[in-house]
């Protein structure tokens, strides 16, 4: 096992010591010096050389963090991190799932790092490459309209208008002479989302190397400047991405990469979604008019493809047939007890008969071996008309129907393949649902009902260790609430980094003093939230008592319900009400700027939020002296993935609350506490008006997440 070694170690206290003395608002603090050298600690146990596929990583260079708010962890992880990666051929890429972050490490924390410390590195952003210009497909629909090669598959969005095609024309001009860098967000204004879809970089219109504007396109040179630098700060989603793909297909390679994945509380709800698929009905019905078209008219008509056109067309009319018995079967079921719905949601969880989930087994298992096979075909006629895409008008039209035919494809084939799975009884299982959408034909005065499938994973804790974990050199995951109920078990299992041994967890002090600059108060509220109108009567009724209008400093009042939160407001005097600012009335920046223009101008203010306030805002000295919770966010199993999971645990005689629920609450309640001490100079209270807290046995085990605060009887 190797450790870091001395050049390493003295590169560290060197670059460190630079920070101190030129870096004039950077405090040393005892727990951010100890993270660092856990970083350090933890990056050295991977090798110079690329891991071998027989020696997977077993945790061994994984650490999870818990750095608490004042830690100063993004300097903690990015000063060991990029030392290591540079010394040991390796590059860092840090993930982040909000904007926020983002923007504070490329716009503050890298730049003032790589001046202050006086280490050479270099580093970019990389975001989704829908996000990115697309300079041939502008030239496209913006100056030859007429016989744009896309224009078929563009068609499926929606013609442009003439004035939209001058906009794109604007664009394109504003490219050209270096006025736009192709970033859709450093453009001089907002392009309309319609407008961007049909001139950004898509996977299914990009024709690679063959494009004869490779040489210009924004997407290729950051790929390009991506290989070369010491730093790739990405999102969850792009990363996940590059996971989903098999690794080091968006990004380098997992063997070759550190990864140092900050707000790691969002990893596992974010990976979910990458192993999400959906189609509709009608989709699968495109998909087989673009094949027909593909085969009969195009592919035929090529050399190299006439083969594999001849053994497509072979599979069309059983592919038309099996679209229909699809169709046909989930419709039989809408009036049935063959589906099930989910309360207040629209969508079905589909739960069979045994006859029926043998009719539609049937079904599942010939989809999903058709679709592997047209999915498999057409890859290969891809891999022959990259060839030939420059010399020819009828290949480069062929290559645009199949782009977007693969595209689809990919898609539906990932939903059969999920539906396919079959999970034993002691495993986790994949959701799987049904949505309904009402649309309104053209022409016709009935409406048509359009049926979307869904499935999920609800276990991706094997993909994590097969694709992320055991394969890279090593990962940092970070966050200021990692622990639920003072343990790394929930993390470690939701992430597969329980089954690696070698994992190391490490809980960071606060640097603050919360004994002295926190209290914690649960008052003796009559009614329980479970009594909804009495309890939201009560907090309307208590308000006064704990809120002094008089005062001008800021409290951060946040429900679990945006219903009880318009209640309680609506319920107030309009002389409280003058002081509240409500979450959803103006932008969260807005806001923001109004509550502290209310304060400095000597008035009390008060924002109303939801959860999603309880993190990713920064609410400093007196702005938020107050966060009082209206009742513990419990977790509530209202969509079909958190349905699934509940039913499979109640079958395995396990407790969704206990599981699921309550470390859901004791993170969130952590997350909001952390918005009132962000300095050392910070003072202030948590309340919350919920009496459970004091006569239930996890109300105890919930408050043991302020115990470093002071307790107000």
């Excluded at 010096?33 to 856990?38: G, I, N, T, V, W």
């Excluded at 003058?578 to 920046?589: A, C, F, K, P, R």
């Amino acid at each position: 096992m190797m450790t870091i070694n001395a050049i390493e170690a003295e590169l560290l206290e060197t670059h460190y010591h630079c920070l101190i003395h030129r870096f004039k608002r950077f405090r040393p603090r005892a727990v951010q010096k100890q993270m660092m050298q856990e970083v350090a600690s933890t990056f050295s146990r991977s090798s110079e050389t690329e891991r071998p596929l027989n020696q997977p990583n077993l945790g061994e260079s994984i650490l999870l963090v818990e750095a608490p708010t004042g830690v100063g962890k993004s300097l903690a992880y990015l000063l060991p991190g990029i030392i290591l990666a540079q010394k040991r051929n390796k590059q860092l890429i840090v993930s982040s799932a909000t904007i926020a972050l983002q923007h504070q490490l490329i716009h503050g924390d890298l730049p003032q790092l790589r001046q202050a410390s006086n280490l050479s590195f270099s580093y970019c952003l990389v975001k989704g490459r829908n996000n990115y210009f697309c300079p041939y497909r502008a030239e496209e629909v913006g100056l030859h309209p007429v016989q744009a090669t896309f224009l078929e598959i563009d068609q499926l969005d929606g013609e442009l208008s003439s004035d939209q095609r001058e906009k794109v024309k604007d664009i394109l001009s504003n490219f050209r002479l270096g006025q736009f860098n192709g970033d859709k967000d450093s453009y001089k204004e907002m392009i309309p989302a319609h407008l961007w879809q049909k001139i950004n970089n898509q996977k299914e219109y990009c024709l690679g190397e063959s494009c004869p504007q490779k040489g210009h396109c924004p997407y290729l040179q950051l790929r390009e400047q991506m290989s070369a630098c010491d730093v790739i700060v990405v999102n969850h989603n792009v990363l996940l991405s590059d996971i989903a793909l098999g690794g080091g297909v968006l990004l380098p390679s997992p063997s070759k990469s550190f990864y140092c994945i900050d707000e790691a509380h969002h990893f596992p709800a974010k990976a979910v979604q990458h192993f999400t698929a959906k189609h509709s009905i009608k989709e699968l019905s495109l998909l087989l008019e673009l094949l027909i078209k593909l085969a009969y008219y195009n592919l035929v008509q090529i050399p190299v493809t006439m083969s594999l056109a001849h053994q497509l067309m072979q599979k069309l009319d059983t592919f038309q047939q099996m679209i229909f018995l699809c169709r046909d079967f989930l419709y039989s079921q809408l009036n049935s007890s063959g589906v099930l719905q989910c309360n207040d949601s629209g969508n079905w969880i589909i739960e069979l008969s045994a006859v029926q989930e043998k009719q539609w087994r049937i079904i599942i298992d010939n989809m999903d071996t058709l679709l592997t096979f047209l999915l498999h075909c057409l890859t290969e006629v891809k891999q022959l008309l990259i060839k030939e895409v420059k010399n020819s008008t009828t290949v480069l039209t062929s290559w645009s129907i199949l782009s977007i035919a693969l595209n689809l494809c990919e898609q539906i084939a990932a939903l059969w393949h999920l539906f396919a799975l079959n999970c034993a009884k002691n495993e986790k299982p994949v959701a799987k649902w049904l949505s309904f959408n009402k649309q309104q034909e053209k022409g016709e005065e009935k409406e048509s009902v359009d049926i979307t499938l869904h499935a999920s994973l609800i276990n991706v804790s094997r993909a994590l260790v097969d694709r992320l974990w055991h394969t890279c050199a090593g990962a940092i995951l970070t966050s200021a609430t990692l622990r639920t109920l003072s343990s790394f078990d929930c993390l470690l299992e939701q992430t597969g980094l329980k089954e690696l041994p070698l994992t190391h967890v490490c809980a960071l002090d606060s640097p603050f003093d919360l004994k002295k600059q926190a209290q914690f108060h649960v008052p003796a509220m009559r009614y329980s939230p479970k009594q909804v109108l009495a309890h939201t009567q009560e907090i309307i009724e208590y308000i006064p008592q704990l809120i002094d209008f008089e005062k001008a400093t800021g409290t951060l009042f946040l429900f679990s319900s945006k219903k009880q939160l318009h209640q309680v407001y609506i319920g107030l005097d309009k002389s409280y009400q003058y002081h509240i600012l409500l979450q959803g009335s103006m932008s969260v920046e807005s806001l923001i700027k109004m509550h502290e223009a209310r304060i400095q101008a000597g008035r009390a203010s008060i924002v109303f939020g939801l959860s999603s306030f309880s993190e990713g805002i920064d609410l400093r000295g007196n702005l938020c002296t107050h966060v009082i919770i209206a009742k513990i966010p419990f977790a509530v199993p209202n969509n079909p993935i958190d349905q699934v999971y509940a039913a499979w645990l109640k079958q395995n005689e396990r407790n969704y609350f206990y599981e699921v629920a309550l470390p859901y609450a004791a993170l969130r309640l952590g997350q909001a506490a952390g918005r009132l001490i962000r300095t050392e100079t910070d003072y202030g209270r948590v309340t919350i008006l919920d009496n459970r807290l004091l006569h239930t046995h996890y109300g105890t085990l919930l408050m043991q997440s302020f115990s470093a605060f002071s307790r107000v009887m």
